[in-house]
């Protein structure tokens, strides 16, 4: 395992971004979190990439170590953050990753930034039209086709949103636990010490409804999601790009990372298994061989 680093900076905006940073190489490799974790949840990588890989994952605002003095509207306000959080570390040209929410953000960097990213990596990765919320029925069963579009409707969601509020308020580990062996660990859990290193991060987070409603609003398509229109930011992503796609994947449904595929045609490796929304703990050494290749170091 490489030594690990935290460090900081400070973005114009007066937040303080946190990123660990891992290798001594000259392959800089840019690794966004998802959405109730932070870089803490990312140590496989730390683990497992070869020194000649420089990892930086930073802290995304509002998570982990890193300060949220403004709120998230959107994933292209955090792409904005880790944009200026990558210029100050003086990289010209480097590779993105992005699990889950981070798949997203990183595709809006690869949009802005198409001209310096060398390729991208989206490991179980929202859609290119973001991720949908529905309203409820009496036993708690989503009305498809009836959206979710404000902050207010999010904060009082039953279902996926109120059950984390409580276990945030309440700092209580267990149900955070067993919200993340219903859904996400669906296949292998952490190790015991690494999966309490994990609930701790867990209770960093302040900024789940806003992260929710930036999800849902999130549409870089040429098609309307039900919430907004797109925008077709996705024709602007040129490089290469790995898509990880769990078929046991209970958060991220196989056809957002399908619809990633085939939105970037031949542009797009679609890597698909029996893994679920965590490749990190159900299928490490694969996750890790394919993103070496992908960096051409295998």
């Not at 395992?1 to 290798?23: D, P």
């Not at 930086?56 to 509002?62: E, F, K, Q």
């Not at 306000?77 to 010209?92: K, R, S």
């Not at 907004?228 to 078929?247: A, K, S, T, Y």
Request: hydrophobic share 40%; charged share 25%; with cysteine.
């Amino acid at each position: 395992m490489q030594k690990v680093l935290l460090q900081s900076v400070e973005i114009e905006n007066g937040e303080t971004i946190y990123y660990r940073e891992s290798g001594t190489g000259e392959i800089p490799f840019v690794m966004l979190h998802g959405n109730m974790s932070s870089s803490v949840h990312l140590d496989v990588l730390f683990e497992r990439m070869p020194n000649e890989v420089r990892v930086i994952a930073p802290d995304l605002r509002g998570f982990g170590e890193s300060s949220y003095e403004h709120e998230i509207n959107s994933l292209e306000d955090f792409a904005d953050d880790i944009i200026e959080v990558i210029n100050q570390l003086g990289m010209e040209k480097f590779y993105l990753g992005g699990w889950s929410t981070g798949g997203g953000i990183a595709m809006e960097i690869a949009a802005k930034c198409s001209d310096r990213v060398l390729g991208l990596v989206t490991i179980e990765s929202v859609g290119i039209q973001g991720y949908p919320m529905f309203k409820k029925d009496a036993q708690g069963q989503p009305i498809v086709g009836e959206y979710i579009h404000t902050k207010e409707e999010i904060a009082a969601d039953p279902v996926q949103v109120i059950p984390v509020l409580q276990a945030y308020e309440q700092k209580n580990k267990e149900i955070m636990r067993a919200i993340w062996n219903a859904v996400i660990y669906t296949q292998n859990k952490p190790e015991e010490d690494r999966y309490e290193m994990y609930l701790d991060d867990m209770m960093t987070q302040r900024n789940l409804v806003d992260v929710d409603y930036s999800l849902v609003h999130f549409n870089i398509s040429h098609a309307h999601n039900g919430v907004v229109e797109g925008n077709g930011r996705i024709d602007q992503i040129q490089c290469p790009v790995l898509v990880f796609q769990g078929d046991r994947d209970f958060v991220v449904p196989p056809t957002m990372g399908e619809g990633i595929r085939d939105a970037l045609g031949d542009r797009a490796t679609y890597v698909h298994g029996d893994w679920g929304h965590s490749p990190f703990i159900d299928a490490p050494e694969m996750l890790c061989a394919r993103i070496e290749s992908f960096l051409k170091l295998r």
